[in-house]
C-alpha cells in the first residue's frame, strides 16, 4: 500500500480487490485516507483469475499496472512504466527485474528478464519471460483479447495471457532496472504446490507453442517433465539456484533504452 501510494508518478486509482477473510482490509484501509484508494470488496470467496478480471473491468485507466500484496514497488516503477507506453505505442504489456527478498524484507538477489519484444517472444515458448507482479499494459488490449482465463492449475493466469497475447501479434517489453521487490517466504504459493504450477506451465506450453519450439526449448520441456518426480523442497531449491542471480547483468548503453534495443 504504502509503496504504491508513496509512488512518485502520483495521478493513478489504487484497486484493492479482496475475498471475504478473518482479516479485513477496511481496518488496514482505514489509516489512510487517500481518495484514490478503491475498495472492492467481494461478498464471497471468488479466485485470483475473477479478481484480476474484476479489476481489470472496473479500472478508469488506460494503463493497469499488477501488484501483489507481499511485494513492494519502487518509488519510481509507475513513473518509468508511463513513460514507456508513452514513447513505445506498440507496447501492449511492459514489466521489469526484479529484486528478491525474504519474508523479512532483506535483499537476496536478484532474477533477470529478457529486455526487447524480440527477445520476450522467443523466450516465451520456453519459460515465462514476463514477472505478473512488476507489469503494466494496456487495458483496453488485455480485455479486448479476453482478460485472464487460465485456471486450472495455480499461478499460470499470466503465463496464459502473455502467450495468447503474442499469438494475436502483441508485443511486450521489460524495463533493464528492477522496479519490484518479489517477496519470497515460507508458506507462499511461491514456495508451495510447485508441482501443480509446473502441470500449469506444461499445459500453456503444449497448448500454445508446441509446435514452434527450438531443441532448447524442448529439452526444457522435457527437464520440467523431470521435475514432477521430485519432492517441491528440491524443485524449489533448484529454482532458486538457476532463477535468481547475486547481479544483474552489466547492461550497455543501447540496453538502458529499451525502445532503441530493438533494431
Not at 478473518?22 to 481518495?35: F, G, M, Q, R
Not at 499488477?66 to 512504466?81: H, I, N, W
Not at 524495463?175 to 504446490?193: S, V
Amino acid at each position: 500500500m504504502e509503496s504504491i501510494l508513496g509512488q512518485s508518478y502520483a495521478d493513478f486509482e489504487l484497486l484493492v480487490v479482496e475475498d471475504p477473510s478473518p482479516n479485513l482490509a477496511a481496518t488496514t484501509l482505514a489509516d489512510y485516507l487517500d481518495p484514490r484508494i478503491r475498495h472492492i470488496r467481494n461478498p464471497e470467496r471468488t479466485g485470483l483469475v475473477d479478481q484480476l478480471n474484476q479489476g481489470l473491468a472496473v479500472a478508469r485507466g488506460e494503463l493497469v499496472a499488477r501488484m501483489d500484496a507481499d511485494d513492494v514497488s519502487e518509488p519510481d516503477r509507475l513513473e518509468l512504466q508511463c513513460s514507456l507506453f508513452a514513447e513505445r505505442r506498440d507496447i501492449a504489456v511492459a514489466g521489469s527485474q526484479l529484486r528478491i527478498i525474504d519474508w523479512r524484507g532483506k535483499h537476496c538477489g536478484y532474477r533477470a528478464y529478457p529486455l526487447t519484444p524480440q527477445a520476450i517472444r522467443m523466450a516465451l515458448p520456453r519459460y515465462n519471460p514476463l514477472a505478473h507482479p512488476s507489469v503494466m499494459y494496456r487495458r483496453e488490449i488485455v480485455a479486448a483479447a479476453g482478460g485472464y482465463r487460465y485456471r486450472k492449475y495455480p499461478a499460470n493466469e499470466d503465463y496464459e495471457l502473455w502467450s495468447r497475447l503474442a499469438v494475436q501479434g502483441q508485443r511486450f517489453a521489460n524495463d533493464p532496472r528492477p522496479l519490484l521487490r518479489y517477496r519470497i517466504h515460507p508458506g507462499a504459493m511461491k514456495a508451495t504446490r510447485l508441482h501443480g504450477i509446473i502441470r500449469g506451465t506444461l499445459e500453456v506450453k503444449q497448448h500454445y507453442w508446441r509446435d514452434k519450439m527450438s531443441l532448447a526449448d524442448r529439452v526444457r520441456l522435457a527437464g520440467e517433465r523431470c521435475l514432477l518426480a521430485m519432492p517441491p523442497r528440491i524443485v524449489m531449491e533448484l529454482f532458486k539456484r538457476t532463477a535468481y542471480r547475486s547481479e544483474l547483468p552489466a547492461l550497455s548503453v543501447n540496453d538502458r533504452s529499451i525502445e532503441t534495443s530493438d533494431s
